[in-house]
């Protein structure tokens, strides 16, 4: 039996450090979104992810303008437009979805409004909205290793405290928690781990990463820690299966990975269902 021409060539371009890269860095990416995505949603902070992802473009557009690289400007600026806007959201008494509505719009007119002075950026605003997993280079690994390494740390050490305040948030205040505390701390890392992922899935793309591996989890899962473990292995899953598609048919990667989540997202409300009628 042969192996099809086209197996083999993504299996000889996988050998270039580039496609490693990019590999681990998708892998990385999906692991994070998966974690830090098993509380976001049930904390109805979903539409948050995507606010913080079209507030990067803005982070992005800001240092073009004043001369300075726009990675080291996007991550002090993604944990002060997290924490601004949480405390925005404590302080007003307007319902969270229309305030955030409010941002998103707005981060997102003035980040283009912004980039109409900078003139032709030589990055691509293809590569702002839709990522290039290709580009992720050793040190973006690197410090993604390390925001993996403190995002399961915080959860690890935090677990019952992250839990009490995501299913119960007054009996946790009752127990005398720090909520504030702890609701900054992971808005922080969320941020973090929304603007390291800008570079390889984009700006519209990137919030995927943190809701549907989720949601896919908890169609599933019944147990807690097992729903928060299986969405980060399923963000790594469909972080792999998309790269290699994408590989395979010459596509572009953050997109096959979205679609790859959403597939499976589709298989996980279709299975009680297939299993219903085999029975």
């Known amino acids: 039996m042969s192996i ?19 590999l681990i860095g998708g892998v990385l990416t999906g692991l994070m979104g998966g974690l830090l995505g098993s509380f976001t949603i049930l904390r109805q902070l979903s539409f948050f992810s995507d606010a913080l992802g079209h507030s990067a473009l803005l982070g992005i557009s800001f240092g073009l303008l004043l001369g300075l690289n726009p990675s080291a ?12 806007v949480t405390y925005l959201l404590e302080r007003t008494r307007l319902w ?20 109409s002075f900078i003139g032709q ?15 992720v280079r050793s040190a973006d690994i690197g410090l993604g290793i390390g925001l993996l390494v ?24 009752a127990r005398g928690v720090s909520v504030s505390f702890h609701r900054s701390a992971f808005i922080v890392l969320l941020s973090l781990v929304v ?25 599933i899962c019944r147990n807690f820690v097992t ?11 469909s972080a792999i299966v998309g790269i290699f598609l994408s590989a395979l048919f010459d596509l572009p990667s953050g997109p096959i990975i979205v679609v790859t989540q959403l597939a499976i997202f589709i298989g996980a409300i279709a299975l009680p269902r297939i299993t219903k009628l085999a029975y």
């Open 73 to 84: 400007v996007l991550l002090p600026f993604a944990v002060l437009f997290a924490l601004g």
């Open 4 to 22: 099809p021409p086209d197996l083999i060539r993504v299996v000889e371009l996988f050998q270039f450090p580039f496609m490693q890269r990019a």
């Open 121 to 135: 950026y030589k990055g691509g605003i293809n590569n702002l909205l839709f990522g290039d997993i290709l580009a």
């Open 96 to 115: 969270t979805d229309a305030l955030l509505n409010i941002i998103y719009s707005a981060s997102l007119a003035i980040a283009i409004i912004t980039l």
């Open 227 to 237: 729903y928060v473990v299986f969405s980060a292995l399923l963000g790594a899953l």
């Open 150 to 173: 403190m995002c399961a740390l915080f959860i690890g050490l935090t677990l019952r405290t992250q839990m009490l305040i995501t299913l119960h948030e007054p009996m946790a205040i």
């Open 195 to 219: 603007g390291i992922s800008i570079k390889a899935i984009g700006v519209l793309l990137v919030s995927a990463f943190i809701v549907i591996p989720a949601c896919t989890s908890r169609l």
